[in-house]
């Protein structure tokens, strides 16, 4: 397969000319999804250079299993969660060379979030779309790892609460009690950046 | 309403209760306004992140990208394809040239230990396999002697440690 035919194939026939060896196939995969691919690691890491490297290591182990893909999911959202593994085995390391995280903490005892006062005005009413993709990363980078990790992946991913938890590897009761406490997070957090921009 | 309910009432918001539940949870919200409240502030989130994910692009050209990918796949692929196209009888040599060296060395040290003890020099020891180089240093100083076997086809030092390219010291 040439250049051309590469930029004009679509996934399916850039998947399968990749699983027989085509490097030059699997450069043009690589190109159509490296944004969303290493998006997805900056939403979990938000650190550039690790998710820049932890992008191209998931594009290694998808070449390596490529065998494995046969085409239940999009070519992208199988990589999707390729990316999403690596993150997560990184953020597990780094839980492990901290010492225990006030949100852990917080998690453990119940947190403040219950105690909470409801939000009743929406924060985000009236903003524009690239104002309230602004906002809401401004929202998310305040978050813990746990919290972040597990609105990312319910939200953006639009996994469910069962996929999540296996994932995450932990209890779908985690991962539903992590993700009430980082929406109530958010809303605090995204009321307190609309207070703000008033002053 | 105590945080099983609440949690309840977030499942409801996003789909995953079954049915008996999901009726429960909605008579809970046609009495309770706390309940209420909780479910519109809820939403309120879901309803923000929902396809609000920031826009982002890669920092790196697509060339310079590409090319650590392409260097690592080759670097983890290489390995295994040079052991696969090689013959059996080529991986065999691995085995084999040590094995070969080791006899050597013992040819070796036995003609030293016999010509030692009826006093006459050693002349000229015959390697035992082409493939296989030698490198002898002898310390007359500390009276040692150290004879060094490489595979000539495998070892990366092969080059360097030929006797030509060796400096005299």
């Known amino acids: 397969m040439s250049d051309k035919d590469h930029s004009s194939a679509d996934d399916r026939e850039l998947v399968r000319g990749a699983q027989k ?32 490297d932890l992008s191209q290591e998931a594009w290694v182990k998808g070449w390596q299993r490529l065998a494995q893909f046969q085409g239940e999911a999009s070519f992208g959202t199988w990589m999707t969660r390729i990316v999403i593994n690596l993150c997560l085995d990184q953020l597990r390391k780094h839980k492990r060379q901290r010492t225990e995280s006030i949100e852990a903490m917080d ?33 998310l980078a305040k978050l813990s790892h746990e919290h972040r990790t597990v609105l990312v992946l319910h939200e953006f991913e639009e996994m469910e609460y069962k996929e999540i938890a296996k994932a995450m590897d932990c209890s779908i009761g985690t ?25 | 309403m105590d945080f099983d309910a609440q949690l309840k009432l977030q499942a409801y918001l996003d789909g995953e209760l079954p049915e008996a539940e999901a009726r429960e949870v909605a008579k809970l919200l046609a009495q309770d306004q706390e309940a209420v409240l909780l479910q519109g502030e809820l939403r309120n989130t879901r309803q923000a992140l929902k396809g609000s994910e920031a826009i982002v692009q890669l920092p790196e050209s697509r060339e310079f990208y590409w090319s650590k990918i392409a260097r690592e796949i080759e670097r983890l692929d290489r390995p ?33 230990l016999i010509n030692s ?46 006797p030509d390219n060796v400096e005299p010291q």
């Open chain 1, 21 to 52: 060896g085509d490097m030059g196939a699997f450069e043009e995969l690589v190109a159509r999804h490296r944004d969303k691919i290493y998006a997805r690691a900056l939403s979990m890491i938000r650190n550039e250079e690790e998710a820049v």
């Open chain 1, 107 to 139: 998690e453990d005892s119940g947190g403040v979030e219950r105690q909470m006062p409801v939000v009743t005005v929406n924060p985000t009413a009236g903003l524009e779309r690239t104002e309230l993709r602004q906002r809401i990363d401004a929202a």
């Open chain 1, 175 to 199: 991962v539903m009690s992590r993700l009430f406490y980082a929406r109530r997070k958010m809303a605090t957090i995204l009321t307190d950046l609309r207070k703000g921009e008033g002053q």
């Open chain 2, 80 to 112: 295994e394809r040079v052991e696969q196209k090689r013959p059996f009888i080529f991986r065999l040599q691995r085995f084999l040239v040590p094995v070969t060296g080791a006899l050597a060395v013992a040819i070796f040290l036995g003609i030293t």
């Open chain 2, 117 to 162: 003890s009826t006093g006459t020099t050693l002349g000229e020891t015959e390697l035992a396999s082409e493939d296989m180089g030698a490198i002898t240093f002898r310390s007359e100083s500390e009276g040692m002697t150290t004879v060094w076997l490489y595979n000539r086809g495998d070892s990366e030092l092969s080059d360097e440690l030929a």
